[in-house]
């Protein structure tokens, strides 16, 4: 027997997930919203599995990590204190012909690559030095000379005819107040970092916490992304997982290292292969990093980041206390061995984590599509499953009995019945049982359980599993037990 994997493309998993009830467009009957999307019976679940891993991984594993569930709208002056107002910008520009908007930054980096692929990095790499420099000084009409010099084209129109490059600034405002005199300014946060700075003083205090301590927090963040593309991977409306690790001043490099590992362990715990998982280092650091890493996943269309890493020094917690006039303060009672007294009041610093759940989410998607074409001998058969992580599945057991009639309905129903306070379990009997094995391996649940007239004799079934299609006979009563063992998180929580 000889099996061949297929390669993905973006478009296949794109129409898998909405064909299974994974992800659907955002009110698709009104034609969609761009970029922004729709969790459906089997997403969520999938979903829910990932951030309770995540929470777990955090919360569980951490004696020093605690949660918090932070409100999206905040006092408008966050924004001010954390630079978002001034500063969280894409710099965009508009082909006058095609009438299409592109991120400045984003058509250099293209052409950079495209001259790296070609066998000249030298040359990319010159372009994204200088691109940075232009950038960084606020020189946008240099940043247009450079994409006219550069001969870049839009790719609909095929003309070199731009606008000059703006500034976006990319957080979406609304109003508070009932009446439009009274109304002010709020806006949808676009991360969920910040909610965690302002409450640092509430929880240290309430929950007693000694540094180095973590807040992690779950939550939607808004962006008005000027490009939306590529699926779930770039969203306006979209869920970050954060963790913001406070510690004593010079020793975040020591921290970014840890972090930076125990996260990439998370990723491959999940399922996500090594040589399938890089660190990008920032040569180039925010204003605030003194140290950033990007954990990237290579999706059909390259590897792209999931998941930030960032040594963000003393920065936010320091503007928070100058633009709220509150001390941002920690108290170390240790005694520094240098001085031989307290190391006292100080401002901590902060090593972040931050990892979008929709991205993992497109992560765990991509690496579970398999395609493969199984050929034996002249019988050659293809076959589409998901090859979940058995903790990440939404589906973790279907019961089906081979046929209905002979008491055989009522006894799979009697063992589903019994599962589902475990785990997920569906019991299903219409059409022949090879067609249901196969609704089950199209939404990646792992376990199939077969009710057959032998059942009646011996009180044991058929267990197929999902990735190898071998089956065992088990006996009822084992049922339970072995299949709660191999879905739970805790196969996740120990690889970490
Ligand atoms: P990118 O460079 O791709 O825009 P970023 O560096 O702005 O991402 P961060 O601000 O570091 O992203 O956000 C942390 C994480 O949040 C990212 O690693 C990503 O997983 C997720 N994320 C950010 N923007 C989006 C978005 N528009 N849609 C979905 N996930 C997002």
Known sequence: MNIQTHENT?????????????????????????????????????????????????????????????????????????????????????????????????????????????????????????????????????????????GIKCPVSGTSNWTEVRQFNLMFSTQVGSVAEDSSTIYLRPETAQGIFVNFLNVQKTGRMKIPFGISQIGKAFRNEIVARQFIFRMREFEQ????????????????????????????????????????????????????????????????????IHSRTDFDLRRHQEFSKKKMQYFDPEVNPETGKPFGNYVPYVVETSVGADRLFLAAFSQAFTKETITDGDNVKERTYLKFHPALAPIKAAVLPLVKKDGLAEIAQEIADSLKSSFRTVYDDSAAIGKRYTRQDLIGTPFCIAVDFETKEDNCVTIRHR??????????SELKERISKAVAVERILEEI
Do not use: C
């Not at 009957?29 to 929470?55: F, P, R, S, T």
């Not at 955090?58 to 001034?86: C, K, R, Y």
């Not at 052409?111 to 030095?129: I, P």
């Not at 071998?470 to 009822?476: A, C, L, S, T």
């Open 467 to 476: 990735d190898t299609t071998e089956q065992e006979r088990v006996p009822i």
């Open 241 to 308: 997982m954060e963790m913001q690790f406070f510690v004593r001043p010079g020793t975040q490099a020591e921290w970014y290292e840890k972090w930076r590992d125990t996260r990439l362990k998370f990723h491959k715990a999940i399922g996500l292969p090594a040589d399938k998982l890089n660190f990008h280092v920032h040569e180039k650091l925010a204003h605030y990093a003194d140290a950033a890493v990007d954990i990237e996943y290579q999706f059909p269309f390259g590897f792209r980041e999931i998941e930030g």
């Open 10 to 150: 973006l478009q296949d998993i794109i129409g898998h997930a909405k064909e299974y009830g994974f992800v659907f467009p955002s009110s698709e009957i009104y034609d969609g919203l761009q970029a922004v999307y729709d969790y459906g019976q089997n997403g969520v679940e999938l979903k829910n599995n990932l951030k309770n891993a995540w929470w777990k991984a955090m919360t569980q594993l951490n004696d020093n990590i605690v949660g918090i569930d932070s409100s999206i709208f905040m006092h408008p002056t966050t924004w001010e204190a954390s630079g978002h107002v001034d500063g969280f910008n894409d710099p965009m520009i508009d082909n006058k012909d095609s009438k299409k908007r592109y991120r400045a930054d984003q058509l250099l980096e293209a052409k950079a690559e495209e001259y790296t692929l070609s066998g000249d990095k030298e040359k990319g790499d010159a372009l994204l030095q200088e691109m940075g420099r232009l950038l960084g000084a606020e020189e946008l009409e240099a940043v247009r000379e450079l994409i006219i010099s550069e």
